[in-house]
């Protein structure tokens, strides 16, 4: 199965700590092959639990999700894509966290749709997004 949604950050955050159980209804309908985070995705979580005692609650959970998830790594095409959007987005006159600028790059260079609860992203032309802390109709 191709994979369709690249996971933001802060949609991974919510399900392991358990908020939101539409995330958590979501996931459970969605092959995790459809599913996939983006490296720096994957270092912003390492980052959030590296202080967290090694059995705490949220590590494991972390762990576990990281474990499941196809993990894709930062490349040219990514680069590329991240370079374009910078400029569309200085011109506008807007910016997003470096972090924030690199997931939307991968997810674009993909054509994936980015799953998250951040409206920032409603800015970057071209990206999908999806929010799936909201129930479905």
């Not at 690249?6 to 991974?12: A, H, K, M």
């Not at 459970?28 to 985070?37: K, M, N, Q």
């Amino acid at each position: 199965m191709p994979i369709l949604y690249l996971l933001d950050t802060n949609i991974v955050s919510y399900f392991v700590r358990g908020g939101y159980p539409q995330i958590a209804k979501r996931l459970g309908h969605t092959p995790f092959d459809e599913l996939a985070v983006s490296a720096v995705t994957e270092a912003e979580l390492r980052f959030w639990i590296i202080r967290r005692p090694p059995l705490a609650r949220i590590r494991v959970g972390v762990e576990d999700f990281l474990m499941r998830v196809r993990c894709l790594p930062w490349d040219s095409g990514a680069a590329q894509s991240c370079a374009r959007t910078r400029e569309i987005l200085k011109r506008q006159g807007r910016a997003l966290s470096s972090e924030d600028l690199m997931i939307a790059a991968r997810a674009l260079s993909l054509g994936l749709t980015l799953v998250t609860h951040d409206s920032a992203f409603s800015f970057v032309d071209g990206l999908k997004t999806e929010d799936w802390t909201v129930a479905l109709g």
